[in-house]
T-cell receptor, first 114, second 115 residues
């Protein structure tokens, strides 16, 4: 089974802090994604990466950056956390040429910025 | 740009009955995939069913089936013999075929199954 692991399930951070959300997948997938989920808005794409050191902006990249130094790891960085970034963050991975484009998700990271 | 619309924010159904969740999408492309994901209270996103746009036959997975109407750009999910464990948020999603294409989600439908 594909496993996507998000290291932190619940975090509370102060406004202005730098926040790192880590995600690791164990299936050698090329593509990795960071989404945020808010009530009534569904899931919105923040950034995605299709290879090591490669990244593309999603629909809501403002206030975020990402890092992909190794194929299995994709990190989301909030340079200076703000209260409007309180949300649930979902990491996902996808094999490029198999599984009918199926995307596999981690369990989510709940971030509260106070 | 592609969009996905789920017009039912909440639905409820009695155990053992059948319920249908609606989804429409908009795209000018012809090759794509459609998905239904389930998110129970644990928040883990679980793939329920997948449909390739080039296939006319509707996908089925046990009690879950879809009604895919490509011309109408409609992709509804039917849950038969509803069970308490089906209580969850259901998301319809779309992605273009090939390469690195993002998954676009609808806003979700919260389904409650009552005993």
């Amino acid at each position: 089974d594909v496993k996507v692991t998000q290291s932190s399930r619940y975090l509370v951070k102060r406004t202005g802090e730098k926040v790192f959300l880590e995600c690791v997948q164990d299936m050698d997938h090329e593509n990795m994604f960071w989404y945020r989920q808010d009530p009534g808005l569904g899931l919105r794409l923040i950034y995605f990466s299709y290879d090591v050191k490669m990244k593309e902006k999603g629909d809501i990249p403002e206030g975020y950056s990402v890092s992909r130094e190794k194929k299995e790891r994709f990190s989301l960085i909030l340079e200076s956390a703000s209260t409007n970034q309180t949300s649930m963050y979902l990491c996902a991975s996808q094999a490029l040429l198999s599984s009918g484009n199926t995307i596999y998700f981690g369990e989510g990271s709940w971030l509260t910025v106070v | 740009a592609q969009t996905v619309t789920q017009s039912q924010p909440e639905m409820s159904v009695q155990e053992a009955e059948t319920v249908t969740l609606s989804c429409t999408y908009d795209t000018s492309e012809s090759n794509y995939y459609l998905f239904w994901y389930k998110q129970p209270p644990s928040r883990q996103m679980i793939l329920v069913i997948r449909q390739e746009a080039y296939k006319q036959q509707n996908a089925t997975e046990n009690r879950f089936s879809v009604n895919f109407q490509k011309a109408a750009k409609s992709f509804s999910l039917k849950i038969s013999d509803s069970q308490l464990g089906d209580t969850a948020m259901y998301f319809c999603a779309f992605t273009l075929s090939g390469g690195y294409n993002k998954l676009i989600f609808g806003a979700g439908t919260r389904l409650a199954v009552h005993p």
